[in-house]
């Protein structure tokens, strides 16, 4: 079993449509989680980064943590076709060497 | 500022051939970082490096080698390649807990 689990997807859209993204953990010791978004012939680039369960929101992108249930979540809204990507989920404990989940490649139609 | 910069962008070997895949950053960051991405696979740490003068291995280090020629240089070497690592090969560096990614080299090992 993997230490991440990402469902790969993929995820198709209208435009203006809530894009949902989860992630599910097994190692307890994680304490950092990012989300990353990864055009297609490009690196990942970082979009959240949190470390404490709830939420976290930035303009159109909500974090959400549960390490009691070792589940994290990222939300978007109003989705864009700009937003159509690859999303990687990201954990790490204390050496900040990072899991990835597979990731999850988005399509937002116009 | 360029962040992260990769050398070859792609690169075509033969079974048996080695090649030194080259990385830079210019944030000043103390940690680098080599992973692989395969198709449904995510990103897997290969080596990594905490600081200058220090190199560890990550989830799939056999058949790499790295070296961390400064605080700004990190190069992963393969000493005879083989078709299983055809992949897209990423570079990263560290600013506390928020790893910045390279464009990536793309390998193919015929």
């Known amino acids: 079993q993997k230490e991440v689990e990402q469902d790969p997807g993929p995820l198709s859209v209208p435009e203006g449509a809530i894009v949902s993204l989860n992630c599910t953990y097994s190692?307890?010791?994680?304490?950092?989680f990012m989300w990353y978004r990864q055009y297609s012939r490009k690196g990942p680039e970082l979009l959240m980064y949190t470390y404490s369960s709830g939420n976290k929101e930035d303009g159109r992108f909500t974090a959400q943590v549960d390490k009691s249930s070792k589940y994290i979540s990222l939300f978007i809204r109003d989705s864009q076709p700009s937003d159509s990507a690859t999303y990687l989920c990201?954990?790490?404990?204390?050496?900040?060497?990072?899991?990835f989940g597979a990731g999850t490649t988005v399509t937002v139609r116009a | 500022n360029a962040g992260v910069t990769q050398t070859p962008k792609f690169q075509v070997l033969k079974t048996g051939q080695s090649m030194t895949l080259q990385c830079a950053q210019d944030?000043?960051?103390?940690?680098m970082y080599w992973y692989r991405q395969d198709p449904g696979m995510g990103l897997r740490l290969i080596y990594y490096?905490?600081?200058?003068?220090?190199?560890d291995k990550g989830e799939v280090p056999n058949g790499y080698n790295v070296s961390r020629l400064n605080k700004r240089e990190f190069s992963l070497r393969l000493e005879s390649a083989a078709p299983s690592q055809t992949s897209v090969y990423f570079c990263?560096?560290?600013?506390?807990?928020?790893?910045?990614f390279g464009p990536g080299t793309r390998l193919t090992v015929t």
């Open positions: 490096s905490a600081s200058e003068g220090t190199t």
């Open positions: 190692n307890s010791a994680f304490q950092y």
């Open positions: 990201a954990m790490s404990d204390n050496d900040y060497k990072l899991s």
């Open positions: 990263a560096s560290d600013g506390v807990g928020e790893q910045y």
């Open positions: 944030m000043n960051h103390n940690s």
